[in-house]
């Protein structure tokens, strides 16, 4: 089943790539520069699909960007430290983004003709991201299909959003995904910064995973206080 896999670059999408790709269905990945405030992660998407034999598309959507204001990772706004349940990691939401990006994802795999999106939306993201959510999943599928109606059907695919990122750790270590060729940080700095929600969640997943993490980061050990402020 040809997919198409959306991957920012991230843990979580690269080890979808990879996992699609051991199952034989990789197709091509698409990024999307929507004018996230550093780039350092398009360019693990391209290291990742080069790796994986696979085409690359990267669409430019900087301009949209500019008028989804407000959020830490396109404006000059600070980004939180501590764990993503906190609630001050409201202002990392860019408003609408997984239903245009994905929405853009399918209509480029249903005009190539392959059968699947695949996008790596987790449990974890529950808590800050309302369109990462089951409920989020479902109805878009549905509205693709039907907006894609007498097209040629094309599914979604999310077998990660029942679960954590410590699950998607431990998939991606049986998969042998060389996880210092990821990025996560919001930061964007030499290495990952440690303290921002997703370097915390990335942190944590390792540990509860118990998988060696091979990240470096400029405060290894902020993450432990923050998941103690969470608890």
Known sequence: MPTLVVCSGGLDSVTLAEQVAAEGDLA?????DYGQRHRKELEFARRAAERLGVGHDVVDLAALGRHLSGSALTD???VPEGHYAA?????TVVPNRNPILFTIAFGIANARGWDRVAAAVHGG???????????????????????????????????????SKADIVAAGAGLGVP????????QGGEVHCGRCGTC?????????????????YADPDYWRHAVREKA
């Open 179 to 186: 996880f210092a060729e990821t990025w996560s940080c919001y």
């Open 87 to 91: 609630d001050n990691m409201a202002v």
């Open 200 to 216: 915390v969640e990335r942190r944590e997943a390792f540990h509860l995973a118990g998988v060696a993490d091979p990240t470096a």
């Open 125 to 163: 993201d529950h808590f800050v991201y309302p369109d990462c959510r089951p409920e989020f999943v479902d109805a878009f599928a549905e509205m693709e299909r039907r907006a894609l109606a007498g097209m040629g059907e094309v599914a979604f695919h999310t077998p990660y959003v029942e679960r």
């Open 76 to 78: 000059a706004v600070d």
């Open 28 to 32: 091509g990945l698409v990024t999307f």
